[in-house]
């Protein structure tokens, strides 16, 4: 059974940081180019960070550009978001996604909320 599960979401201040973890299974994630997504209420969902299989080429969207760092470790077949200097506007809930071919897969999302 193919599974990507998030954890590490939950309330910060900002200007605190979090990070993010994305577990999976059932699958090959090796192979796998993943990345983060987020979904604000009453917005879109929007890509946040993109890491290649080999963790050698990052993207990231120009909002958390600086604060925000996608990795992976192979090993764990596990996916991190560290996320530092969090502000409100990145309240949302962030997913993990992974697509290779016709192979597409989202996680469940965690909510990440920014408040003081």
């Known amino acids: 059974q193919v599974q990507l599960v998030e954890s590490g979401g939950g309330l910060v201040q900002p200007g605190g940081s979090l990070r993010l973890s994305c577990a999976a299974s059932g699958f090959t994630a090796s192979r796998y180019p993943m990345s983060?997504?987020?979904?604000?209420?009453?917005?879109?969902?929007?890509?946040?960070?993109?890491?290649?299989?080999?963790?050698?080429?990052?993207?990231?969207?120009d909002s958390v550009k600086g604060r925000f760092t996608i990795s992976r470790d192979n090993a764990k077949n596990t996916v991190y978001l560290q996320m530092n200097n969090l502000k409100p506007e990145d309240t949302a809930v962030y997913y993990c996604y992974a697509v290779r071919g016709n192979n597409v897969y989202w996680g469940q999302g965690t909510q990440v909320t920014v408040s003081s």
Do not use: C, D, H, M
Not at 41 to 53: C, D, F, H, Q
């Open 36 to 61: 983060w997504y987020r979904q604000a209420p009453g917005k879109e969902r929007e890509l946040v960070a993109s890491i290649t299989t080999a963790g050698s080429s990052t993207y990231y969207a």
